[in-house]
Protein backbone atom coordinates (compact mmCIF):
# COMPACT_ATOMS: atom_id res chain seq x y z
CA UNK A 1 0.00 0.00 0.00
CA UNK A 2 3.07 2.49 0.37
CA UNK A 3 3.01 2.34 -3.52
CA UNK A 4 0.03 3.72 -3.72
CA UNK A 5 0.31 6.43 -1.21
CA UNK A 6 4.02 7.09 -2.82
CA UNK A 7 2.41 7.59 -5.85
CA UNK A 8 -0.49 9.60 -5.50
CA UNK A 9 1.42 12.04 -3.26
CA UNK A 10 3.67 12.41 -6.12
CA UNK A 11 0.94 13.41 -7.95
CA UNK A 12 -0.81 15.51 -5.54
CA UNK A 13 2.70 17.46 -5.01
CA UNK A 14 2.66 18.05 -9.04
CA UNK A 15 -0.72 19.32 -9.06
CA UNK A 16 -0.34 21.65 -5.71
CA UNK A 17 1.48 24.91 -7.68
CA UNK A 18 -1.35 24.35 -10.75
CA UNK A 19 -4.56 23.82 -8.85
CA UNK A 20 -6.57 27.08 -9.20
CA UNK A 21 -5.80 26.38 -12.82
CA UNK A 22 -7.00 23.36 -12.79
CA UNK A 23 -9.69 24.03 -10.68
CA UNK A 24 -11.00 26.73 -12.56
CA UNK A 25 -10.39 25.36 -15.91
CA UNK A 26 -12.31 22.56 -15.00
CA UNK A 27 -15.49 24.69 -14.08
CA UNK A 28 -15.16 27.14 -17.03
CA UNK A 29 -15.85 24.27 -19.58
CA UNK A 30 -19.12 23.19 -18.26
CA UNK A 31 -19.97 26.99 -17.04
CA UNK A 32 -20.02 28.14 -20.64
CA UNK A 33 -21.89 24.79 -22.23
CA UNK A 34 -24.88 25.85 -18.89
CA UNK A 35 -25.21 29.29 -20.39
CA UNK A 36 -24.71 28.24 -24.29
CA UNK A 37 -27.50 25.26 -23.71
CA UNK A 38 -28.67 25.06 -20.86
CA UNK A 39 -30.06 28.75 -20.26
CA UNK A 40 -29.39 30.31 -24.13
CA UNK A 41 -30.57 27.20 -26.16
CA UNK A 42 -32.46 25.58 -24.21
CA UNK A 43 -34.25 27.72 -22.38
CA UNK A 44 -37.63 26.45 -22.57
CA UNK A 45 -37.05 23.15 -23.76
CA UNK A 46 -38.11 20.36 -22.07
CA UNK A 47 -36.60 16.44 -21.98
CA UNK A 48 -39.73 14.34 -21.30
CA UNK A 49 -41.25 15.79 -18.58
CA UNK A 50 -37.79 17.39 -17.07
CA UNK A 51 -36.51 21.05 -17.87
CA UNK A 52 -33.75 21.27 -20.22
CA UNK A 53 -31.64 22.64 -17.63
CA UNK A 54 -32.18 19.48 -15.26
CA UNK A 55 -31.71 16.96 -17.61
CA UNK A 56 -28.32 18.46 -18.61
CA UNK A 57 -26.90 19.45 -14.71
CA UNK A 58 -26.09 15.39 -14.28
CA UNK A 59 -24.14 15.35 -18.06
CA UNK A 60 -22.17 18.25 -17.26
CA UNK A 61 -21.00 16.57 -13.86
CA UNK A 62 -20.90 13.26 -15.82
CA UNK A 63 -18.73 15.31 -18.87
CA UNK A 64 -16.44 17.53 -17.03
CA UNK A 65 -15.32 15.10 -14.10
CA UNK A 66 -14.95 12.49 -16.94
CA UNK A 67 -12.40 15.26 -18.72
CA UNK A 68 -10.24 15.52 -15.46
CA UNK A 69 -9.91 11.75 -14.51
CA UNK A 70 -8.96 11.45 -18.14
CA UNK A 71 -7.01 14.04 -17.86
CA UNK A 72 -4.24 12.21 -15.91
CA UNK A 73 -3.70 10.67 -19.42
CA UNK A 74 -1.25 13.71 -20.19
CA UNK A 75 0.43 13.74 -17.18
CA UNK A 76 1.14 9.88 -16.65
CA UNK A 77 2.67 10.06 -20.15
CA UNK A 78 4.72 13.31 -19.64
CA UNK A 79 6.02 11.83 -16.56
CA UNK A 80 6.80 8.17 -18.40
CA UNK A 81 8.28 9.68 -21.58
CA UNK A 82 9.70 13.41 -20.79
CA UNK A 83 10.62 13.94 -17.13
CA UNK A 84 11.34 10.12 -17.01
CA UNK A 85 9.83 9.89 -13.18
CA UNK A 86 8.04 6.72 -13.82
CA UNK A 87 11.49 4.97 -13.54
CA UNK A 88 10.94 5.78 -9.72
CA UNK A 89 8.06 3.77 -9.60
CA UNK A 90 9.53 0.91 -11.61
CA UNK A 91 12.57 0.78 -9.57
CA UNK A 92 10.53 1.04 -6.22
CA UNK A 93 9.70 -1.96 -3.83
CA UNK A 94 6.70 -1.89 -4.65
CA UNK A 95 3.81 -3.91 -6.76
CA UNK A 96 3.30 -2.89 -9.87
CA UNK A 97 -0.65 -2.70 -9.60
CA UNK A 98 0.01 -0.37 -6.31
CA UNK A 99 1.06 2.08 -9.28
CA UNK A 100 -2.02 1.45 -11.05
CA UNK A 101 -3.71 2.30 -7.67
CA UNK A 102 -1.94 5.19 -7.17
CA UNK A 103 -2.72 6.77 -10.36
CA UNK A 104 -6.08 5.79 -10.20
CA UNK A 105 -7.06 7.82 -6.65
CA UNK A 106 -5.57 10.85 -8.30
CA UNK A 107 -7.89 10.36 -11.52
CA UNK A 108 -11.03 10.48 -9.18
CA UNK A 109 -9.14 13.58 -7.02
CA UNK A 110 -8.91 15.40 -10.14
CA UNK A 111 -12.25 14.49 -11.60
CA UNK A 112 -14.23 15.43 -7.98
CA UNK A 113 -13.01 18.50 -8.30
CA UNK A 114 -15.82 19.53 -11.39
CA UNK A 115 -18.19 17.27 -9.90
CA UNK A 116 -18.04 19.29 -6.66
CA UNK A 117 -18.74 22.67 -8.00
CA UNK A 118 -21.45 21.65 -10.50
CA UNK A 119 -23.44 19.53 -7.44
CA UNK A 120 -23.30 22.64 -5.14
CA UNK A 121 -24.36 25.18 -8.01
CA UNK A 122 -26.95 22.77 -8.59
CA UNK A 123 -27.86 22.74 -5.11
CA UNK A 124 -28.00 26.13 -3.90
CA UNK A 125 -29.85 27.08 -7.62
CA UNK A 126 -32.35 25.05 -6.27
CA UNK A 127 -32.49 22.57 -9.54
CA UNK A 128 -34.19 19.74 -7.17
CA UNK A 129 -31.23 16.92 -6.98
CA UNK A 130 -30.55 14.70 -4.24
CA UNK A 131 -27.48 13.32 -3.00
CA UNK A 132 -27.77 9.76 -2.15
CA UNK A 133 -25.45 6.77 -1.77
CA UNK A 134 -26.08 5.52 -5.36
CA UNK A 135 -24.76 8.85 -7.16
CA UNK A 136 -21.59 8.36 -4.61
CA UNK A 137 -20.65 4.74 -5.94
CA UNK A 138 -21.25 5.29 -9.47
CA UNK A 139 -19.60 8.72 -9.27
CA UNK A 140 -16.80 6.59 -8.43
CA UNK A 141 -17.18 3.91 -10.58
CA UNK A 142 -17.45 6.49 -13.54
CA UNK A 143 -14.18 8.42 -12.12
CA UNK A 144 -12.45 4.96 -12.16
CA UNK A 145 -13.65 3.96 -15.51
CA UNK A 146 -12.40 6.84 -17.02
CA UNK A 147 -9.32 7.27 -14.71
CA UNK A 148 -8.39 4.09 -15.75
CA UNK A 149 -8.78 4.95 -19.58
CA UNK A 150 -6.28 7.71 -19.06
CA UNK A 151 -3.97 5.65 -17.97
CA UNK A 152 -4.04 2.94 -19.85
CA UNK A 153 -3.69 5.21 -23.15
CA UNK A 154 -0.87 6.78 -21.78
CA UNK A 155 1.13 3.55 -21.30
CA UNK A 156 0.18 2.83 -24.76
CA UNK A 157 0.66 5.37 -26.93
CA UNK A 158 4.29 6.41 -28.09
CA UNK A 159 3.50 10.10 -28.96
CA UNK A 160 1.91 13.24 -28.36
CA UNK A 161 -0.02 13.23 -31.05
CA UNK A 162 -1.25 9.40 -30.72
CA UNK A 163 -3.09 10.74 -27.70
CA UNK A 164 -4.46 13.95 -29.41
CA UNK A 165 -5.85 11.65 -32.00
CA UNK A 166 -6.92 9.50 -29.13
CA UNK A 167 -9.05 12.63 -28.20
CA UNK A 168 -10.52 13.49 -31.42
CA UNK A 169 -11.50 10.06 -32.12
CA UNK A 170 -12.67 8.71 -28.85
CA UNK A 171 -13.27 11.34 -26.05
CA UNK A 172 -14.50 14.46 -27.99
CA UNK A 173 -17.81 11.88 -29.93
CA UNK A 174 -17.99 10.25 -26.24
CA UNK A 175 -19.22 13.94 -24.59
CA UNK A 176 -21.32 14.78 -27.95
CA UNK A 177 -22.97 11.24 -27.69
CA UNK A 178 -23.21 9.65 -24.48
CA UNK A 179 -26.91 11.31 -22.99
CA UNK A 180 -24.95 13.72 -21.73
CA UNK A 181 -26.25 16.55 -23.65
CA UNK A 182 -29.12 15.66 -25.53
CA UNK A 183 -30.77 12.08 -25.08
CA UNK A 184 -29.16 9.03 -26.40
CA UNK A 185 -32.50 7.51 -27.71
CA UNK A 186 -33.28 10.45 -29.90
CA UNK A 187 -30.20 10.38 -31.33
CA UNK A 188 -30.21 8.86 -35.10
CA UNK A 189 -29.75 5.51 -35.90
CA UNK A 190 -25.05 5.15 -36.33
CA UNK A 191 -25.00 7.72 -33.47
CA UNK A 192 -27.47 5.97 -30.93
CA UNK A 193 -25.38 2.48 -31.80
CA UNK A 194 -21.91 4.52 -31.13
CA UNK A 195 -23.09 5.97 -27.92
CA UNK A 196 -23.88 2.53 -26.47
CA UNK A 197 -20.50 2.05 -27.07
CA UNK A 198 -19.50 4.32 -24.41
CA UNK A 199 -19.18 3.63 -21.20
CA UNK A 200 -20.05 7.66 -20.30
CA UNK A 201 -23.52 6.65 -21.67
CA UNK A 202 -24.02 3.85 -18.87
CA UNK A 203 -22.78 6.60 -16.21
CA UNK A 204 -24.16 9.43 -17.39
CA UNK A 205 -27.87 7.38 -17.35
CA UNK A 206 -26.85 5.95 -13.52
CA UNK A 207 -25.58 9.25 -12.18
CA UNK A 208 -28.57 10.90 -13.64
CA UNK A 209 -31.16 8.11 -12.90
CA UNK A 210 -29.84 8.68 -9.12
CA UNK A 211 -29.46 12.42 -9.18
CA UNK A 212 -33.31 12.83 -10.24
CA UNK A 213 -34.72 9.71 -8.62
CA UNK A 214 -35.53 8.43 -12.02
CA UNK A 215 -35.70 4.40 -10.85
CA UNK A 216 -35.85 3.59 -14.90
CA UNK A 217 -32.63 5.15 -15.56
CA UNK A 218 -30.13 3.47 -12.76
CA UNK A 219 -30.57 -0.13 -13.93
CA UNK A 220 -28.64 -3.16 -13.02
CA UNK A 221 -27.73 -3.81 -16.79
CA UNK A 222 -26.18 -0.04 -16.93
CA UNK A 223 -24.40 -0.60 -13.60
CA UNK A 224 -23.39 -3.85 -14.70
CA UNK A 225 -21.93 -2.77 -18.46
CA UNK A 226 -20.19 0.14 -16.02
CA UNK A 227 -18.79 -2.57 -13.92
CA UNK A 228 -17.74 -5.00 -16.60
CA UNK A 229 -15.99 -2.49 -18.92
CA UNK A 230 -13.93 -0.73 -15.52
CA UNK A 231 -12.93 -4.13 -14.10
CA UNK A 232 -11.83 -5.11 -17.67
CA UNK A 233 -9.99 -1.63 -18.42
CA UNK A 234 -8.25 -2.28 -14.67
CA UNK A 235 -7.18 -5.88 -15.68
CA UNK A 236 -5.79 -3.99 -18.94
CA UNK A 237 -4.27 -1.51 -17.11
CA UNK A 238 -2.62 -4.32 -14.43
CA UNK A 239 -1.07 -6.44 -17.16
CA UNK A 240 0.52 -2.88 -18.97
CA UNK A 241 1.86 -1.78 -15.80
CA UNK A 242 3.16 -5.28 -15.07
CA UNK A 243 5.28 -5.33 -18.84
CA UNK A 244 6.30 -1.78 -18.31
CA UNK A 245 9.81 -1.52 -18.97
CA UNK A 246 12.14 1.75 -19.13
CA UNK A 247 11.72 4.03 -22.15
CA UNK B 1 32.27 -12.20 -2.09
CA UNK B 2 30.64 -11.86 -4.86
CA UNK B 3 28.31 -9.15 -5.20
CA UNK B 4 26.43 -9.67 -8.99
CA UNK B 5 27.60 -12.51 -11.26
CA UNK B 6 26.30 -12.09 -14.85
CA UNK B 7 26.85 -14.59 -17.48
CA UNK B 8 25.97 -14.84 -21.33
CA UNK B 9 23.80 -11.59 -20.48
CA UNK B 10 22.15 -10.67 -24.41
CA UNK B 11 19.87 -8.09 -25.32
CA UNK B 12 18.34 -7.14 -28.54
CA UNK B 13 16.27 -4.01 -30.03
CA UNK B 14 14.81 -5.11 -33.07
CA UNK B 15 17.55 -5.51 -35.56
CA UNK B 16 20.21 -4.02 -33.07
CA UNK B 17 22.04 -6.58 -30.89
CA UNK B 18 23.09 -3.90 -27.86
CA UNK B 19 24.23 -6.91 -25.92
CA UNK B 20 26.13 -9.74 -27.24
CA UNK B 21 26.83 -12.13 -24.81
CA UNK B 22 28.30 -10.47 -21.33
CA UNK B 23 30.00 -11.51 -18.66
CA UNK B 24 31.16 -10.27 -16.00
CA UNK B 25 31.38 -10.35 -11.27
CA UNK B 26 30.92 -7.19 -9.50
CA UNK B 27 33.33 -7.72 -5.46
CA UNK B 28 31.31 -6.77 -2.57
CA UNK B 29 32.50 -3.49 -1.80
CA UNK B 30 34.28 -2.42 -4.70
CA UNK B 31 33.95 0.79 -7.00
CA UNK B 32 33.37 -1.33 -10.29
CA UNK B 33 33.04 0.69 -14.04
CA UNK B 34 31.81 -0.04 -16.63
CA UNK B 35 33.90 1.73 -19.27
CA UNK B 36 33.06 2.32 -22.87
CA UNK B 37 31.78 4.45 -26.08
CA UNK B 38 28.81 5.81 -27.27
CA UNK B 39 26.64 2.76 -27.96
CA UNK B 40 28.24 0.12 -25.95
CA UNK B 41 25.64 -0.50 -24.20
CA UNK B 42 26.38 0.55 -20.79
CA UNK B 43 22.74 1.55 -20.08
CA UNK B 44 20.90 -1.54 -21.82
CA UNK B 45 22.94 -3.29 -19.02
CA UNK B 46 22.17 -1.30 -15.67
CA UNK B 47 18.98 -1.45 -17.04
CA UNK B 48 18.48 -4.91 -17.06
CA UNK B 49 20.02 -5.34 -13.45
CA UNK B 50 17.98 -3.27 -12.08
CA UNK B 51 14.95 -4.56 -13.65
CA UNK B 52 14.09 -1.93 -15.90
CA UNK B 53 14.24 -4.13 -18.87
CA UNK B 54 12.20 -7.34 -18.48
CA UNK B 55 13.15 -9.46 -21.56
CA UNK B 56 16.82 -10.59 -21.90
CA UNK B 57 18.68 -13.54 -21.78
CA UNK B 58 21.17 -14.95 -19.53
CA UNK B 59 21.70 -14.80 -16.01
CA UNK B 60 22.32 -13.04 -13.34
CA UNK B 61 22.56 -13.26 -9.88
CA UNK B 62 23.11 -11.21 -6.81
CA UNK B 63 24.85 -12.52 -3.77
CA UNK B 64 24.53 -15.76 -5.17
CA UNK B 65 20.44 -15.73 -5.52
CA UNK B 66 19.17 -15.96 -9.19
CA UNK B 67 17.85 -12.42 -10.11
CA UNK B 68 14.12 -12.08 -10.85
CA UNK B 69 13.06 -8.16 -12.16
CA UNK B 70 9.91 -8.35 -10.02
CA UNK B 71 11.25 -9.32 -6.94
CA UNK B 72 11.35 -6.82 -4.34
CA UNK B 73 13.97 -8.27 -2.52
CA UNK B 74 16.26 -6.79 -5.06
CA UNK B 75 14.82 -3.41 -4.96
CA UNK B 76 15.70 -2.92 -1.93
CA UNK B 77 19.20 -3.90 -2.41
CA UNK B 78 19.72 -1.89 -5.15
CA UNK B 79 20.22 2.47 -5.23
CA UNK B 80 20.11 3.93 -9.07
CA UNK B 81 20.73 6.93 -10.52
CA UNK B 82 19.93 6.95 -14.27
CA UNK B 83 21.72 8.65 -16.78
CA UNK B 84 19.56 11.46 -16.93
CA UNK B 85 18.62 13.82 -13.97
CA UNK B 86 15.24 12.59 -13.44
CA UNK B 87 14.46 14.97 -10.94
CA UNK B 88 10.89 16.26 -10.44
CA UNK B 89 11.27 19.52 -11.33
CA UNK B 90 8.33 21.31 -10.06
CA UNK B 91 8.70 20.10 -5.96
CA UNK B 92 11.08 20.93 -3.72
CA UNK B 93 14.42 19.07 -3.42
CA UNK B 94 12.78 17.68 -0.18
CA UNK B 95 9.24 16.45 -1.98
CA UNK B 96 11.31 14.85 -4.24
CA UNK B 97 13.30 12.88 -1.35
CA UNK B 98 9.50 12.32 0.27
CA UNK B 99 8.19 10.19 -2.73
CA UNK B 100 11.28 8.06 -3.21
CA UNK B 101 10.92 7.38 0.97
CA UNK B 102 6.92 7.16 0.72
CA UNK B 103 8.24 4.49 -2.19
CA UNK B 104 10.48 2.57 -0.33
CA UNK B 105 8.50 2.72 2.84
CA UNK B 106 9.83 5.10 5.23
CA UNK B 107 7.56 7.46 7.16
CA UNK B 108 7.49 9.21 9.83
CA UNK B 109 10.78 10.48 11.52
CA UNK B 110 12.47 7.99 10.15
CA UNK B 111 11.85 9.40 6.66
CA UNK B 112 13.19 13.60 8.38
CA UNK B 113 16.10 11.77 9.52
CA UNK B 114 16.63 10.19 6.20
CA UNK B 115 16.06 13.19 4.10
CA UNK B 116 18.56 14.87 6.50
CA UNK B 117 21.18 12.35 6.48
CA UNK B 118 21.33 12.19 2.67
CA UNK B 119 21.09 16.02 2.57
CA UNK B 120 23.75 16.54 4.56
CA UNK B 121 25.91 13.53 2.83
CA UNK B 122 25.46 15.46 -0.41
CA UNK B 123 25.76 18.78 0.58
CA UNK B 124 22.52 19.98 -0.26
CA UNK B 125 21.20 20.48 3.24
CA UNK B 126 20.74 24.07 2.69
CA UNK B 127 18.99 23.62 -0.94
CA UNK B 128 16.30 21.44 0.92
CA UNK B 129 13.08 23.86 0.19
CA UNK B 130 14.19 24.92 -3.17
CA UNK B 131 12.43 23.65 -6.12
CA UNK B 132 14.34 21.13 -7.70
CA UNK B 133 14.20 23.04 -11.61
CA UNK B 134 16.07 25.81 -9.69
CA UNK B 135 19.26 23.49 -9.09
CA UNK B 136 22.24 23.62 -11.41
CA UNK B 137 23.29 20.88 -13.33
CA UNK B 138 25.93 19.66 -10.50
CA UNK B 139 23.26 20.27 -7.68
CA UNK B 140 20.55 18.15 -9.85
CA UNK B 141 22.97 15.19 -10.00
CA UNK B 142 23.58 15.05 -6.24
CA UNK B 143 19.93 14.90 -5.63
CA UNK B 144 19.61 12.34 -7.70
CA UNK B 145 22.16 10.55 -6.05
CA UNK B 146 21.00 11.87 -2.54
CA UNK B 147 17.43 10.50 -3.74
CA UNK B 148 19.26 6.85 -4.81
CA UNK B 149 20.86 6.68 -1.11
CA UNK B 150 17.77 7.13 0.89
CA UNK B 151 17.39 3.59 1.43
CA UNK B 152 20.69 2.82 2.29
CA UNK B 153 21.04 0.93 -0.93
CA UNK B 154 23.93 -1.83 -0.64
CA UNK B 155 24.69 -1.27 -4.38
CA UNK B 156 24.47 1.84 -5.80
CA UNK B 157 24.01 1.88 -9.74
CA UNK B 158 25.60 5.03 -11.24
CA UNK B 159 25.08 5.57 -15.05
CA UNK B 160 27.62 7.79 -16.16
CA UNK B 161 27.32 10.09 -13.44
CA UNK B 162 29.52 13.04 -14.04
CA UNK B 163 28.48 13.66 -17.81
CA UNK B 164 28.27 17.24 -18.93
CA UNK B 165 29.64 18.32 -15.34
CA UNK B 166 32.54 20.97 -15.28
CA UNK B 167 35.78 19.99 -14.13
CA UNK B 168 35.64 21.28 -10.63
CA UNK B 169 32.51 19.92 -9.75
CA UNK B 170 33.56 16.53 -12.02
CA UNK B 171 36.04 16.23 -9.40
CA UNK B 172 33.85 16.44 -6.18
CA UNK B 173 31.25 14.31 -7.73
CA UNK B 174 34.18 11.63 -7.30
CA UNK B 175 34.93 12.48 -3.94
CA UNK B 176 31.39 11.94 -3.09
CA UNK B 177 31.27 8.44 -5.40
CA UNK B 178 34.27 7.69 -2.76
CA UNK B 179 32.67 8.36 0.31
CA UNK B 180 29.28 6.58 -0.40
CA UNK B 181 31.85 3.60 -1.36
CA UNK B 182 33.62 3.72 1.60
CA UNK B 183 31.56 5.14 4.62
CA UNK B 184 28.21 3.52 3.53
CA UNK B 185 30.02 0.31 2.13
CA UNK B 186 28.24 0.64 -0.47
CA UNK B 187 29.34 -1.76 -3.59
CA UNK B 188 29.26 0.65 -6.59
CA UNK B 189 28.34 0.32 -9.95
CA UNK B 190 29.54 2.75 -12.57
CA UNK B 191 29.39 3.60 -16.44
CA UNK B 192 31.75 6.16 -18.41
CA UNK B 193 33.24 7.27 -20.80
CA UNK B 194 35.43 9.18 -19.49
CA UNK B 195 38.89 7.11 -19.12
CA UNK B 196 40.23 9.54 -16.71
CA UNK B 197 37.02 8.34 -14.28
CA UNK B 198 37.67 5.09 -14.62
CA UNK B 199 41.32 5.11 -13.65
CA UNK B 200 41.21 7.59 -10.53
CA UNK B 201 37.93 5.29 -9.14
CA UNK B 202 37.43 2.16 -9.82
CA UNK B 203 38.73 -1.31 -8.16
CA UNK B 204 37.78 -3.07 -11.52
CA UNK B 205 37.39 -1.80 -14.91
CA UNK B 206 35.24 -3.54 -17.88
CA UNK B 207 35.80 -2.28 -21.27
CA UNK B 208 32.51 -2.93 -22.89
CA UNK B 209 32.73 -1.90 -27.18
CA UNK B 210 29.49 -3.19 -29.35
CA UNK B 211 28.08 -4.90 -26.80
CA UNK B 212 30.66 -6.99 -25.94
CA UNK B 213 33.20 -6.87 -23.10
CA UNK B 214 36.66 -6.39 -24.53
CA UNK B 215 39.28 -6.23 -21.07
CA UNK B 216 38.78 -7.00 -17.42
CA UNK B 217 40.83 -6.18 -14.67
CA UNK B 218 42.52 -3.70 -12.38
CA UNK B 219 42.85 -0.27 -14.44
CA UNK B 220 47.11 -0.90 -13.50
CA UNK B 221 46.64 -4.72 -14.68
CA UNK B 222 44.93 -3.88 -18.15
CA UNK B 223 47.63 -1.05 -18.87
CA UNK B 224 50.52 -3.49 -17.77
CA UNK B 225 49.27 -5.30 -20.55
CA UNK B 226 49.92 -2.56 -23.10
CA UNK B 227 53.55 -1.42 -21.48
CA UNK B 228 54.38 1.34 -19.36
CA UNK B 229 54.99 4.70 -21.41
CA UNK B 230 53.12 5.57 -24.89
CA UNK B 231 54.86 7.65 -27.71
CA UNK B 232 52.72 9.39 -29.20
CA UNK B 233 53.61 10.26 -33.10
CA UNK B 234 51.92 13.60 -34.57
CA UNK B 235 52.73 12.41 -38.35
CA UNK B 236 50.80 15.25 -40.82
CA UNK B 237 47.55 13.67 -40.92
CA UNK B 238 47.45 11.45 -38.17
CA UNK B 239 48.63 10.78 -34.21
CA UNK B 240 49.90 7.34 -33.93
CA UNK B 241 50.79 5.72 -30.75
CA UNK B 242 53.65 3.27 -29.99
CA UNK B 243 53.89 1.37 -26.27
CA UNK B 244 56.80 0.90 -24.71
CA UNK B 245 58.41 -1.38 -21.48
CA UNK B 246 60.96 1.47 -20.33
CA UNK B 247 61.10 5.64 -20.85
CA UNK B 248 64.00 4.36 -22.16
CA UNK B 249 63.29 2.29 -25.04
CA UNK B 250 60.18 5.14 -25.88
CA UNK B 251 62.90 7.97 -25.61
CA UNK B 252 65.19 6.22 -28.13
CA UNK B 253 62.29 5.67 -30.93
CA UNK B 254 61.81 9.52 -30.40
CA UNK B 255 64.75 10.37 -31.25
CA UNK B 256 64.74 8.14 -34.34
CA UNK B 257 61.64 9.84 -35.73
CA UNK B 258 61.67 13.39 -37.45
CA UNK B 259 58.21 14.02 -37.22
CA UNK B 260 56.81 15.82 -33.53
CA UNK B 261 56.28 13.19 -30.59
CA UNK B 262 55.29 12.81 -26.38
CA UNK B 263 56.11 10.41 -24.32
CA UNK B 264 53.39 10.24 -21.95
CA UNK B 265 52.29 7.14 -19.41
CA UNK B 266 49.99 4.58 -20.56
CA UNK B 267 46.55 5.11 -19.77
CA UNK B 268 43.14 3.00 -20.63
CA UNK B 269 42.42 4.88 -23.44
CA UNK B 270 45.59 3.24 -24.93
CA UNK B 271 44.04 -0.27 -23.84
CA UNK B 272 40.96 0.39 -25.79
CA UNK B 273 42.46 2.01 -28.69
CA UNK B 274 44.65 -1.39 -28.84
CA UNK B 275 42.58 -3.84 -28.92
CA UNK B 276 39.90 -2.15 -30.74
CA UNK B 277 42.02 -0.21 -33.03
CA UNK B 278 39.34 2.93 -31.86
CA UNK B 279 39.20 5.50 -29.36
CA UNK B 280 36.72 6.26 -26.90
CA UNK B 281 36.62 9.59 -26.15
CA UNK B 282 35.60 11.17 -29.39
N1 LIG C 1 14.96 1.18 -26.52
C1 LIG C 1 15.83 0.97 -27.51
N2 LIG C 1 15.41 0.70 -28.76
C2 LIG C 1 16.27 0.48 -29.75
N3 LIG C 1 17.61 0.48 -29.61
C3 LIG C 1 18.10 0.74 -28.41
C4 LIG C 1 17.25 0.99 -27.29
N4 LIG C 1 18.02 1.22 -26.21
C5 LIG C 1 19.29 1.10 -26.64
N5 LIG C 1 19.36 0.81 -27.95
C6 LIG C 1 20.57 0.59 -28.74
O1 LIG C 1 21.38 -0.33 -28.06
C7 LIG C 1 22.75 0.04 -28.13
C8 LIG C 1 23.30 0.22 -26.73
O2 LIG C 1 22.69 1.34 -26.14
P1 LIG C 1 23.03 1.84 -24.67
O3 LIG C 1 22.11 2.95 -24.37
O4 LIG C 1 23.05 0.69 -23.77
O5 LIG C 1 24.50 2.40 -24.86
P2 LIG C 1 25.41 3.19 -23.83
O6 LIG C 1 26.68 2.44 -23.71
O7 LIG C 1 24.67 3.48 -22.59
O8 LIG C 1 25.70 4.53 -24.64
P3 LIG C 1 25.77 6.06 -24.13
O9 LIG C 1 27.17 6.31 -23.71
O10 LIG C 1 25.44 6.82 -25.37
O11 LIG C 1 24.78 6.24 -23.06
C9 LIG C 1 22.79 1.30 -28.98
O12 LIG C 1 23.10 0.91 -30.29
C10 LIG C 1 21.40 1.84 -28.89
O13 LIG C 1 21.07 2.54 -30.07
MG1 LIG D 1 24.06 5.18 -21.68
Redesign the interface.
Known amino acids: M??V??VF??EV??LK?RFLKVMLSSIIYPALFLLAFGYGLGKNARVGNLDYVVFLIPGLITMSSMNQAYGISLEVHISRYY???F??????????WEIVVGELLYGIFKGLIPAFFITLYALISGIGIRLNLVFAICLLLHLICFSLIGYVIAMLVKSHADQAAFSSFVMVPMIFLSDTFYPIEKMPALAKYIGYLFPLTYSTKLIRGALLGIDSMVTFRNFALLFTITFALFVIAIWVT??A??V | MTEIEVRSLRKRFGNIEALKGVDFEVKSGEIFAFLGPNGAGKTTTINILTGLILKYEGEIFYRGEPFSPHNLKFKKLIGVVPQHNNVDRDLSVEANLKVHGYLHGIFGRRLKEAIDRVLEFTGLTNHKKRKADHLSGGMKRRLVIARALMHNPGILFLDEPTVGLDPAVRRSMWDLIRSVNSLKGCTVFLTTHYIEEAEILADTVVIIDSGRVVACGKPDELKRRVGRYALEIYYQDRIEEEFFETREEALERLKSLDVPAKIREVNLEDVFLKITGRRIEV
Open positions: KGWAYRMFPFKIEEYLLAPINRQREV
